[in-house]
């Protein structure tokens, strides 16, 4: 059997905040827009017990990835145990920089990877030349990033759910907004400097990346 090509969308469940939701997320991330609202009608209304005119579902887009919030009533809650993590990757060696930021878990560097080899205005070069991919971008620069996602994201939502990168929205969906510093950090083979960095990272709410280094170089 040959598989056709398919598209993941990622299904959020609401109650009556899925078109609110959407409209919050696309104005916090460039490239993005809400692509489709469709309402309910008076059809299958013993079943969904929605007045018809009321949102359904609204699909959106945010910088490639595609959702959908469906209207779905109060059965079910969002937890923490979904998320969607924020990654950076950053090519600075380049006359232009370009960060790229996605909310998409895993799939980041294989958009990286498109972008470097399809972005028109960038000169080309062989991937994986040492001197193109720089390991880690200046702080400043990813702290910043960090500081606009934690602040937009942040707001109306509940402190007890802001610890170690980690934070639910004002519509309860959780995010990780997790710089590559740390991630190098942690995953360096200098096992004491990771385990500070960890124990740093363990009593923050929003990540500090200049905080997450000093503890790491001890």
Request: neutral net charge; charged residues 20%.
């Amino acid at each position: 059997m040959s598989l056709s090509k398919l598209t993941l969308t990622t299904c959020l469940w609401f109650d009556g905040q899925a078109e609110d939701a959407a409209n919050f997320y696309v104005s916090i991330f460039k490239n993005s827009k809400v692509t489709h609202v469709q309402r309910y009608t008076d059809a299958g209304k013993e079943h969904h017990g929605q007045e018809a005119g009321t949102v359904l579902v609204a699909e959106f887009d945010l910088d490639g990835h595609r959702f959908v919030g469906l209207n779905g009533g109060p059965h079910y809650k969002l937890t923490p145990a979904t998320s969607v993590m924020i990654d950076w990757w950053v090519f600075s060696s380049f006359s232009t920089r370009r960060l790229f930021h996605q909310p998409t878990p895993m799939l980041s560097f294989m958009l990286s990877l498109h972008a470097l080899t399809h972005a028109p205005s960038l000169p080309r070069a062989p991937l994986f030349q040492s001197k193109t991919l720089t390991p880690r971008p200046p702080p400043s620069q990813n702290q910043e990033e960090v500081d606009y996602y934690w602040d937009k994201l942040s707001e109306g939502s509940p402190e007890a759910s802001q610890q170690c990168g980690w934070v639910t929205d004002k519509f309860g969906l959780s995010w990780q907004v997790v710089p590559k510093a740390l991630k190098e950090m942690l995953s360096s083979p200098d096992k004491e400097g990771a385990g500070r960095a960890t124990v740093a990272m363990m009593q923050m709410k929003k990540l500090d990346i200049a905080g997450l280094q000093k503890a790491f170089d001890g």
